[in-house]
Every structure is written in C-alpha cells, then in structure tokens.
C-alpha cells in the first residue's frame, strides 16, 4: 500500500540525519497522497539507522491508522490538521534543530533580513502564539497543529509562499510539495535562523530587506515569472 | 569480572567522542551492577583509542580498587558519592562539552525554554555553589560529588527526573538508569546549553517554559502516562 | 571550446562544497580567457553532485551564451560587469557563505582586525550600498554588478587588492587571478568574517590594526618585496 | 640529519589540519634537539598535502638555515627568539585558529573560567601589547618573539606553567616539552577560548576562578604531587 509514497517519505526522513538537523529520534517527515487523502509518516522512536520503508506508518485524515505495526510519530496530530487546513502541501518536516529551536524559545519571528531567506520564503518566519494551558493539557498535539493554522489566518500568510513556521517554546514545522520539499525548507530554515542570528547580534535595528527586494527574490525563483535553474 | 558491565562501560566511553563531547582524555563513564555493589569506570587518562573493556576498572562503593591494572578515573570519588546518594541511577557521565562548561563557567542554571529540554530533564538543569577553599584543598574529587548531592537536596530536585548537573567552574556530571542512558542525557544537556544561550542572546527575557508545558513534555515521555515511542 | 577552462572552472566550483561554503546550488565560480573575450561559469540550479565540466557554459563580455545547453547561472550578468569593469581578475565567486552573508545582512564592512585579513585584504571588506527600487525592478543582476563596481570607485579601493565584496541584504563575491584564487579569497573572508565577529562581541572598540600591520602583512605575501612562500 | 626528529615534527605539523586548527598553510610547528642546538621546522606556504618529513628545514639558534631546499616558515625568527629565551621547551606551534584569533584581535586576555584552563595553563592566557611601528618596519617576525618574551617577564609568568600566549592583532604561539605537547596546548587553547568566549557572553563578571581551584588542577596534572593518569 502506497509503497512508492513510503519510498520517498523513508527517504526524506534519512535526509534530516544526512543534513545534520536531528539527534536521536528528534524528527519526523511525512507525506501525502491527495487522491487516496492517505498519508505515511515516521513511526515514533525509532531510531534512524533502524528506519525501512516498511516500517512507515500509513494514516488517514481523520487521524487514524490505516496501515502499520508501529506507532506512528506523536506528532501525528499536528500533521492531520495541516494536511486538512493546507490543502496544496504534499509534505511536513517536524525537527528540534537547534538555530530554528533558539528563535522559537526566544518567541521571536525571524526578519527576511536577506536574498537567501527571501529566495525560499516570502517574509519573516513566523511564531505562533504559546499554547494555553487548555490547549496543552487537552489535545495537545492537535492544538499544535490549530495554533500553527490560527497564526497564518491572523496574520494572512499563505502557506505555499511561506512553508515555515516556529511552534512557540518547541521548534520548526515546515512543509512543501514534497515530502524532499519539505526538507529543503527545514535546511533552509536552520540556515537562515543561523544567518539571522548573527546579523541581529552585529546590527539589531533595519535590518529585514525592502519588499521590493524581497519580491525580485522570491518571484525569480517562484510563480509564473520564475527565471531561476533549467525551468 | 563483570564482563558484561565492562562491555557496556566501555561502549558508553567509546560513544563521548562519537558524539564529539570529549577532546583528548576528557570525560569518563561508570556503570554499577547494585547487586553486587561494585561499578566499573573508565581508566585514568588513557586515549578513547587504546580503550578496550579489559582496561576498565572496577570499584566498590567505598571507592576501593577491586580489579584493575590502572587507575581508574581521578573523577572517580565522585562518582562513588553519587552512586551512594543516588540509590536508582546505573551509569554516570563526566564530560568538559563546550556549551555546558560555558555555563558551568558562567555559574548560571539552564533554564528550561523549550520542549527539547522538557522532554528529557524536569525543569532547569542545576549549577552547584562553588567549592570553598577547605574543600578543594581537601578531598576534592569527593567534595564534588558532595556538592552535587547537597544541590539536589537544597533544590529538593529529584535525581530520577533531573539527570544532569552543573559543577561550578567545572562542568557537567549526568546519570541515567544505564551507562548509556547517561550518554544520552549529557548529549541531550549539550544541546540544550547550545540552544539556550543563543535563546538568551536573541531574548533574556521569560524565556522559561510555562509549568504546564514542561509537564506535559516531560509525563509524555516518562512515567506512568507516557506515551511517546513504541511502548 | 575552452575545455582547460571548463575543467579549471569545474574543480573551482567544486572546491565550494568541499570548503563547506554553499548548502545545494547556492553558488557559483567562473573563469575567463582574456584573449578570447569568453568565460566559463557555471549551470544556474544544477547540483554539485551533478555538475560536470561539459556541463559548464560559456559566456562572452556582453552577457551572450555562446555554448552550452543549460542555462548559466542567473548571477550571469553580474560576472559579465565585474569582468568587464576590474580588466585583472580571471576568476568570480559567488556564495551565501553564512558569516560573511551576517555582516552583508547587516549592512557593514568586515574590519581588519588582525593579521589573518590583512595577509590577504588590504583593509576593510566593503559592503556596498543597498540598491534602489528602480536597480532592483529594472536589470538586477547587472546592477549588483554596478553598485559593486561603483563602491569600488567611490571607496578608491584596488579590486587587485581587494579580492572581495559584501553585496548588501545579499552576500558575498570573490574574486582573483584565476577560479581556484577566487575560491581562495572566498573561504578566507569566510573564516575572517567568522573571527571578527567573536571580536566585536569581545571588544567593539579599536579593533582595526594599525596602518604599518596592514601594510607588512599584506606586501610580505603580495607585490615586489614578498618574501612568504618558496618565491 | 636529525631523521627522527624531522618525523617527529611532520607528525605534529600534519595533528593541526587534522584538529581542525589551520586552513590552507595557515600554522607551522617546530621541534628542538636541544644538545646540538638546532630545530627542525616546517617549510613555508607548501600545503599540508604536500608535505613530507624530508621537506622539514633545520635551522640553528642564531636563525641560520643548516639544512633544506626549501624556505623556512617565515615565522622561524620568532622560534628562535623563543627557543634562546625559554630553555625548557621542545617545541612550538603557531596557528590562525578562529577563537584563539578572536580574543587576540580583541586585544583581550582568555581569563581562567574553569578547570578545563586549569588543568593546562596555570592563569589567564596573556594577549601581548601591540608592536609599536618601528617593531612592525624593522626585523617583524624577530620582534614578534621578543614581544612575547617580554610579556613573560612583565607579567612575571613561568613558560613551563603557561605554554601558551596570543599575539595581539595576530594569533596564538603555543610551546610544550615536546612537538606533540605544544600541539596538544594549540588545541587546548582553541578549545577554552571557545567556551570562555560563550562564558564571557553570559556573564561577564567574576568568572575567574579562585586560586586555590586553579592550584589545585594545575597540580594534579603538572609538578611532583600530580595523581592524574598512569604515572
């Protein structure tokens, strides 16, 4: 069932190791099949070196579990709701890495404050708000998913230009077309976190880029007018 | 002699540099069979390349020699006192990690900011009081573990649920309930003192996760009600 | 056609990787053939695992493909006026190489602040200007060139001196007597970006060496009076 | 002539890219035979790649090359001036490591923070003052070792106790009893100026250490009474 799916979920998961963005069993990639509205995910806890494509969990939208013997990534609940509020995103990315993680403990976004920020993402990188203790006492992982949705509604961000976002007090979440896509945000997103970092500690004021700036970079490499690579 | 304790020591030795925690000699792992009453450590000064499980040492906890050609670790004392105060844990680590003696340096508590560290340490990771001159000049490695123990009874902090300190102008000791097990933590302590200071220099402000939170992260993991990973 | 050229250029952009100064395809080495008026550069978008010399495109000085099946990089015409402004250099790079884009982001120069710069940057690293709304609607990537060129004049700064610039809310170009050299110039602003960072966190104040430092270190590596090296 | 210390030499010359502690041709190490009076030292600017044990180059105590086709590092002035003033060393290391660098470009001592200095370098790693003009016009790299002969006696510091010193503007020399020994110092300073930097970053005050802390690590490790290790 859904085996090349499983392939290329296997593989993007290998990917975060590869790119240095988890320790242990600190992340998870899934992804989904739109027309069967199934998706495969990481199963939780396992380590790495042990993963096979076999051992990939299939789930369906409404959160349950169609298919596998492991349990599938705690985080499960998180990915039902973006699958069901981002109806273009083909693939989520969940990780701990650490210049993503250092932002969203600090509660802050990270400012478009150059081209390689703006090449991926169309803005700042937002957090969301911290969780109430409702939200984290009830269903926790679900309402991390709702506050993520409930960021980008309040401040009319459109998830296929903007595929990251800082889980207050926790870390990054990104998504994309695919699940590889996926991964290349989270790369993305350390890297500039990283980049941000610094530029804030040598110059904290004016330092995010002018929109027009911002639009030739992100434009050029996305949407009709993209002139970037062999397109 | 306990071969296989000596097996798991040294695995455990063998993953500091691996986990790039360790230059040189710098840190040691124990791990103690209770019934018997004896633990094994790592020999004193001897290169992570030359380790075999042979050359581990084994202690009793009174700190005497039972077996072993070399001495074991200066550290040693110290670990004794621990395994005597600390009547669940299995293994102990010592390591000079860069981000956790910058704030062993510093003097100052990891405070917890995020999930990373509530998912592995109940709340802030602990520095101790600096040694008074009567300490150091007397039995230092001792002391140490002295120290460690009256903070844990200071901050009446539970050594089941904080398995990680802070040893003022030193450096950090982690235990687990296997030698491995106190791998993980000081791998996990290391990240954590990464992430939180640039936390701290992007936002020194309340930064602190709520308690809600740090429950929540902390009781999905361990305890009664986990429900994280394959269990 | 120019085939030397297109091996010398590939071996440059493959250094980029190997130096650890570009995440997947972002970034880009070319190198001329003055008698011939032509340059080599590479491919836009192609990953480095992918790259080979056949691959390479070549360039005339008015920004015309003259072979080659892929697009060239999309920082083409900024190559295209650095070659024609600066008649010396024979090779270009381009990165997002992280510490040198913090100091791009934030807008200021790189000072030298000690030896390890001024052996090889005779001064500061400039960063130019941003650019106006008008450059960044209107031909971009030439005018990145123009603003390059035209901090160089208002700055009197010697390109033959200065092998590197910081293009604001951008990054980094290098450049030097061949492709190999300009990959040179390009990890040692990175490794001095790096340093002087840790600098300005230490001291903010001062830091820049005295003129007679610059000069010695700078003439006993280049120029008539060099005495470094097997010259 | 001098085989085995020529090898002996090689080998500490080729630990430094291997610590991570040079780019390119960035450092240099040297070693003495103290009764004939004459010290093998790295040839200048030939990649660490290329180096073999033949190209070392024997130079006497009065700076006179004795053996060897090619150039001494251009920093063999400095060694001399070294081996005459302090007759206890065996060998000595320079480098361009990038926190070393930081504090010495900031002009500021690395202040003793933790026992990870200590059980090195008895004190504060001393910064030299900077050398006046006519220092830097006249015999440079002689005067660089007299400035940091003359710091010693200034402060009153004891090269056997502190094998370690930063160039002000430049970077850091280590010595040690041995070539290997003044590497090991290279890499311990790289590595307590990395988290004494971060310690700087937390805290700012009062992070030195009490002095009986710092006797009592320097002489565990050093002198009659040590206990560490096999000895």
Known sequence: MLEQLKEEVYAANMELPAADLVKFTW?????IDREKGLFVIKPSGVDYADLTPDAMVVVNLQ???????????????????LYNAFPDIGGIVHTHAPWSVAFAQA??????????QADTFYGDIPVTKQLTTAEIDGAYEEETGNVIV?????????????GAVLVNDHGPFTWGKTPHDAVYNAVVLEEVAKMTYHTLQLNPHNIRVPQHLLDKHFLRKHGAGAYYGQK
Chains 1, 2, 3, 4 share one sequence.
């Open 107 to 116: 509660g802050i976004d990270i400012p478009v404050s150059g081209t390689t």
């Open 150 to 162: 409930q960021t980008f509604k309040d401040r009319q961000l459109d998830p296929n230009q903007m």
């Open 63 to 81: 959160g349950e579990i169609v298919e596998g013997e492991l349990n599938p990534s705690s985080d499960t609940p998180t990915h039902v709701v």
């Open 27 to 31: 992340g998870n990639v899934s992804g």
